[in-house]
C-alpha cells in the first residue's frame, strides 16, 4: 500500500497546551485525509476529515491542516485534555480506493 | 446510536483451526472492511466489500476469506488459523465507497496458539 508516515510515534504533552500530531504521506494523487483517534479498548472514532481543496479545516478543539506542497498533514489540537490521551492516526485515500492508515502516535497528556 | 457489531471481544484458538469472524451494522451501509492492528504497523486493510457479494482483496489478504451473504453482515474467516495471525481484528463500515468516515466496531483480540 501506499506510505502514511508518522513524525514521531509518541507525544507528551502538559494538560492545557497544545498538542500537534503531524504525517507526512507520499502519494499526490491524495485527495482525502482524515483522523481518527482510538482510546485503549476501543475501535477508531472520526474526529475531521478533509479534501485536497482545502488547506484548514476546524471542528471543536481540533484543527487539520493539510500542505499538499510537502505531502504533510498535522492535526492540532487546542487545550489538551486528559481525556484526548490516545493513539492518533492519519488516513488517506484517492477516488474510491480504501483508507491507507498510518502506523500512529500516542498522545499522553500530564496533569 | 449507530453501531457496528463485533460478535467476539476476545478469542483464543488452536493453530489449524478455522476461525470465524463476525461483524454486523446497523447504519444501512454498502461498504465494509475489515483490518488488522499490529503494535508499531497501525492498521493494514484485509478484504473489504462494496456491495453484497462482492469482495476484493485489500493489502495483507493471505490466509483469510470473507463472506457477505447480507448486506449488513461482513465475516473474516481464518481457513486454517496460525500464530502469525494473533491480532487485533477491526471491523469498519461506510456510507461512501472508499471509506470516508468510517464507523469501527470495538475490535476483536485474536489469540492463536
Known amino acids: 500500500g501506499e506510505s502514511v508516515g508518522l513524525h514521531l510515534p509518541t507525544l507528551s504533552v502538559q494538560e492545557g497546551d497544545n498538542s500537534i500530531i503531524n504525517c507526512a504521506y507520499s502519494?499526490?494523487?491524495?485527495?482525502?485525509f482524515i483522523w481518527y483517534k482510538q482510546e485503549s479498548g476501543k475501535g477508531p472514532q472520526f474526529i475531521i476529515d478533509?479534501?485536497?481543496?482545502?488547506d484548514k479545516r476546524q471542528g471543536q478543539r481540533v484543527t487539520v491542516l493539510l500542505n499538499k506542497t510537502v505531502k504533510h498533514l498535522s492535526l492540532q489540537i487546542a487545550a489538551t485534555q486528559p481525556g484526548d490521551s490516545a493513539v492518533y492516526f492519519c488516513?488517506?485515500?484517492?477516488?474510491?480506493?480504501?483508507?491507507?492508515f498510518g502506523k500512529g502516535t500516542r498522545l499522553s497528556v500530564i496533569a | 446510536d449507530v453501531k457496528v457489531t463485533q460478535s467476539s471481544r476476545y478469542l483464543v484458538k488452536r493453530t489449524g483451526e478455522k476461525v470465524f469472524l463476525e461483524c454486523v451494522q446497523d447504519?444501512?451501509?454498502?461498504?465494509m472492511f475489515w483490518y488488522r492492528q499490529d503494535p508499531g504497523l497501525g492498521l493494514r486493510l484485509i478484504y473489504f466489500?462494496?456491495?453484497?457479494?462482492?469482495?476484493e482483496k485489500g493489502d495483507i489478504p493471505e490466509g483469510y476469506s470473507v463472506s457477505r451473504e447480507k448486506k449488513e453482515r461482513f465475516s473474516l474467516i481464518l481457513e486454517s488459523a496460525s500464530t502469525n495471525q494473533t491480532s487485533m481484528y477491526l471491523c469498519?463500515?461506510?456510507?461512501?465507497?472508499?471509506?470516508?468516515?468510517?464507523?469501527f466496531g470495538s475490535g476483536t483480540q485474536l489469540s492463536v496458539l
Open positions: 469498519a463500515s461506510s456510507f461512501r465507497p472508499g471509506g470516508e468516515k468510517l464507523f
Open positions: 447504519m444501512d451501509h454498502e461498504n
Open positions: 488516513a488517506e485515500n484517492w477516488g474510491n480506493t480504501p483508507l491507507v
Open positions: 502519494n499526490s494523487a491524495s485527495d482525502y
Open positions: 478533509i479534501r485536497s481543496n482545502m
Open positions: 466489500s462494496y456491495d453484497v457479494k462482492m469482495k
